[in-house]
């Protein structure tokens, strides 16, 4: 599986609308595979965008995750990736870099270009 930025963002925006309070899980996404759903969800838990829990499959990939809520790290990365031009702009210098696209590459990026 290839990480896919643009699925990055959309799990943290869909997890900012969860009301305070309550869980969800099993966000499905037009034209996406329930297991790269879920790939990137253990992903964005691990690097500690995303406070929330995942199972495992009897093949050891993610089966299901529970999200609870964004961390402050989900928070401030958010606060950048939300502008739709500062996010094509981030993507777009990263490619022409050619540098790979990772989580802490696109945050250092984001960081920098809202900083002005």
């Given at each position: 599986m290839k990480?896919?930025?643009?699925?990055?963002?959309?799990?943290?925006?869909?997890t900012e609308e969860i009301p305070a309070g309550q869980a969800a899980g099993?966000?499905?996404?037009?034209?996406?595979?329930?297991?790269?759903?879920?790939?990137?969800?253990?992903i964005l838990i691990d690097e500690s965008f995303i406070e929330g829990k995942y199972a495992n499959g009897?093949?050891?990939?993610?089966a299901a995750f529970h999200?609870?809520?964004l961390t402050y790290r989900g928070h401030q990365f958010l606060a950048n990736a939300r502008n739709d031009t500062l996010?094509?702009?981030?993507?777009?210098?990263i490619r022409n870099t050619g540098k790979t696209?990772?989580?802490a590459v696109i945050e250092?990026?984001?960081?920098?270009?809202?900083a002005g």
């Amino acid at each position: 599986m290839k990480f896919d930025p643009e699925l990055m963002r959309s799990l943290l925006l869909d997890t900012e609308e969860i009301p305070a309070g309550q869980a969800a899980g099993g966000f499905t996404y037009k034209d996406r595979d329930q297991a790269e759903v879920y790939r990137h969800a253990q992903i964005l838990i691990d690097e500690s965008f995303i406070e929330g829990k995942y199972a495992n499959g009897s093949k050891g990939f993610p089966a299901a995750f529970h999200i609870i809520d964004l961390t402050y790290r989900g928070h401030q990365f958010l606060a950048n990736a939300r502008n739709d031009t500062l996010w094509k702009k981030a993507l777009t210098s990263i490619r022409n870099t050619g540098k790979t696209m990772s989580i802490a590459v696109i945050e250092a990026v984001l960081v920098k270009l809202a900083a002005g």
